[in-house]
């Protein structure tokens, strides 16, 4: 699966790279090179990113997944409990 970025947050990457550039590297880099750096980035480190964020979410959902017993959990066989407990029960 190809990580792709939409337009404007593809310009605002390349307009960061090249940011980046004038204020930390000795040459700056141009629109052209930054957008080919970034298609770089993409394509060889996007997918580590990427993969990592898919087993987070699947952490966190399992979790969620396994808090739902005790959320929506409901006693089994309570009629004669609440009964004797002075609850509402037929007579």
Do not use: C, T
């Not at 770089?40 to 952490?59: C, H, K, M, R, S």
Request: aromatic fraction near 10%; hydrophobic fraction near 40%; charged fraction near 35%.
């Amino acid at each position: 699966m190809a990580i792709e970025l939409n337009k404007d947050a593809r310009r605002e990457a390349i307009a960061s790279i090249e940011r980046y550039f004038r204020e930390y590297m000795e040459e700056p880099i141009g629109n052209i090179a930054a957008g080919g750096l970034l298609g770089f980035f993409l394509e060889e480190i996007g997918p580590a990113i990427y993969n990592q964020a898919v087993a987070d979410v699947q952490a966190r959902l399992q979790a969620r997944v396994m808090e739902l017993d005790i959320e929506i959990h409901e006693e089994e066989f309570q009629y004669w409990r609440k009964l004797e407990r002075g609850g509402k029960g037929r007579r």
